[in-house]
């Protein structure tokens, strides 16, 4: 489910007419007048309040108080959807709640709530922990979840209830969700409270993409091995557990700034403007979904991880100076 919702951010993206959609980024978006067209919204808390063509929503919490002539892709925390939509609502989040019509729903959450309110005129498929139908659908209910309660109707209901195994693959799942989510909203704050500090590194990742990604895998082995050595003494393990922080931290920083240059080279391939963050929100989207691809998507995560670190060290030596005379 998950991959299917990059996969359709991806896909809106690259679209021949990418270049019309009206991109809107910040930690509140309202859409407060119509719209005519598609919408890209990235933010803390994004909420349509005016009838819009389409959207696609990376948030915190997502609220769709407006019908929706196309079709609504939304990944968030919280995603309510309060309005009618004429396409398809594919969604991916913790809490998440259906009011308005729609064609076809592809869901995945913690909880998902289907209001009696609700048409669905084809068919749905729900993975979640909690599901709960009190709507219409017209067609095929597909469900894999761990409790469903369905007061509504559907042509025909499928469900499968999550068991062990299962339910440890869902939470998986969940986890991963809630987790790639973290980290586009950690990218976006650092982006938006240390812009200077975040654009020499991913210059330093424009730079020199391949000394960076050897330096940093050997840097990375490097820091494993000494944090390890440390740690395995008495007095040493102080130490090392600073170090093993610090570590941490920068490994998990690592490909956020490659998200960013990722999202650079592609604007700059499909020539159309915007601002700094949706650039990072189209990186961070498409590296992600390059992750996820089978077998290649680990040694790919290692690459991205390498470079990012590798090119964080050069910035900091680089910058070393400047940084120990100021703090001084």
């Known amino acids: 489910m998950k991959r299917l919702v990059l996969i359709a951010l991806v896909f809106i ?20 007048s119509p719209i005519d067209d598609d919408v890209f919204a990235a933010g803390g808390t994004v909420t349509i309040n005016a009838p819009v063509s389409g959207v696609v929503i990376a948030g915190g919490d997502i609220i769709i108080n ?8 939304a990944v968030g925390g ?21 009011s308005g019509d729609a064609k076809n729903a592809v869901i995945v959450g913690r909880n998902v709530n289907i209001h009696p309110t609700t048409v669905i005129s084809r068919d749905a498929a729900i993975s979640g922990g909690t599901v709960s139908n009190a709507g ?14 369905n007061t509504g109707s559907a042509g025909s209901v499928d469900f499968n209830k999550n068991g062990g195994l299962q339910r440890l693959q869902q939470l998986m799942n969940t986890f991963s969700i809630l987790m790639t989510i973290g980290f586009l909203i950690l990218g976006i704050i650092l982006l938006t409270v240390f812009p200077a500090q975040f654009f020499s590194v991913t210059e330093e990742v424009r730079k020199s993409p391949v000394k960076n990604t050897v330096v940093g895998f050997l840097l990375i082995l490097a820091s494993v091995i000494l944090v390890f050595v440390l740690a395995v003494t008495l007095i040493g393990f102080p130490v090392a557990l600073i170090m093993g922080m610090l570590f941490i931290i920068a490994l998990m920083l690592s490909s956020l700034f490659v998200s ?15 601002n700094d963050v949706l650039i990072f929100v189209f990186g961070f989207v498409i590296l992600s979904l390059i992750f996820r691809i089978p077998y290649a998507g680990w040694f790919i995560h290692i690459v991205a991880l ?4 590798g090119a964080l060290i050069y910035t900091l030596q680089r910058n070393w100076q400047s940084i120990t005379s100021s703090s001084a």
Do not use: C, W
Request: aromatic residues 8%; hydrophobic residues 50%; charged residues 20%.
């Open 13 to 32: 993206l690259l679209l021949p007419h990418a270049q019309a959609l009206q991109m809107l980024s910040g930690d509140q978006v309202s859409v407060d």
């Open 66 to 73: 407006a019908p929706v002539s196309g079709d609504v892709f």
């Open 78 to 98: 919280k995603i309510a959807v309060n309005s009618d939509v004429k396409g398809k609502i594919v969604a991916a989040g913790g809490d998440i709640d259906l």
């Open 136 to 149: 219409t659908i017209v067609g095929n209910l597909t469900v894999r979840a761990e409790n469903f309660y």
């Open 260 to 274: 960013f240059a990722i999202g650079r080279k592609i604007v700059n391939v499909l020539k159309f403007e915007t």
């Open 306 to 309: 390498s470079l990012g670190f």
